[in-house]
Each structure stands twice: as C-alpha cells, then as structure tokens.
C-alpha cells in the first residue's frame, strides 16, 4: 500500500524560507515521479512543482520560479521543496503526490492527477 507523508509546514513570516519533506512508502522511488501541489479554500489543486525519478528534470509554476527547489533523494524515497523568498499568497494547504512514470518528464503528475498518489498535506501561511 502506498502512502505519502508531508512534514515541515507552518507559519513564516513574508521573506522567511521553509522547506517542505515528503516521505513516500509502499513503492520503489526510483520507478515514481514526485510533485507538490498547492490549495487554498475554494480554489482549484494548483501543480507547483514536479521532479523526474530521476531527479533530472524538474518543473515549476511561473508563480514560484527562482524562489522554490525541488530535490529528492531516492534513498530516503524523499522529495523536499526548499521555500525561499515566501509571500503571503504562497499560503495555502500544500500536497506531495507520486505517480509512477508515464513518459520521460513528471508533466503526467501535474496533468493525469487520478493516477496520484496523494498525502493528507501541510498548511503553510506567510504572514506579511
């Protein structure tokens, strides 16, 4: 059974950095394309962020470009989003998924969402 645990929200304030962990049990990381996703109430899952198997290819919304890094380290089948920069509409209810590779990008994560894995996510708010 897979499941997919998040860890390291909270609150910052605007300009402070966090760096979100995501732990995925059940698969083996190296067949798995991992991402983050974003929620506030009332508002559509929106992708923020994605990376390969193998870690060497990644994606990020325009909204977080330059400030967030997605990492993984397949050993610990752990993806990590470094957080830097933080505004206050970054606040939202963040999500880890995986999905097991479809083509050579984590772009089917973002896109085939009914084929993630999800976890029960991590509120993170930046105050101004």
């Known amino acids: 059974q897979v499941q997919v645990v998040e860890s390291g929200g909270g609150l910052v304030q605007a300009g402070g950095s966090l760096r979100l962990s995501c732990t995925a049990s059940?698969?083996?990381?190296?067949?798995?394309?991992m991402g983050w996703f974003r929620q506030v109430p009332g508002k559509e899952r929106e992708g923020v962020s994605c990376?390969?198997?193998?870690?060497?290819?990644?994606y990020y919304a325009d909204s977080v470009k330059g400030r967030f890094t997605i990492s993984r380290d397949n050993a610990k089948n752990t993806v990590y989003l470094q957080m830097n920069s933080l505004k206050p509409e970054d606040t939202a209810m963040y999500y880890c998924?995986?999905?097991?590779?479809?083509?050579?990008?984590?772009?089917?994560?973002?896109?085939?969402?009914?084929?993630?894995?999800w976890g029960q996510g991590t509120q993170v708010t930046v105050s101004s």
């Open positions: 990376i390969s198997r193998s870690g060497g290819g990644t």
């Open positions: 998924a995986a999905q097991k590779t479809q083509i050579a990008s984590c772009w089917a994560l973002l896109t085939a969402r009914s084929r993630n894995y």
């Open positions: 059940g698969l083996t990381s190296d067949d798995y394309d």
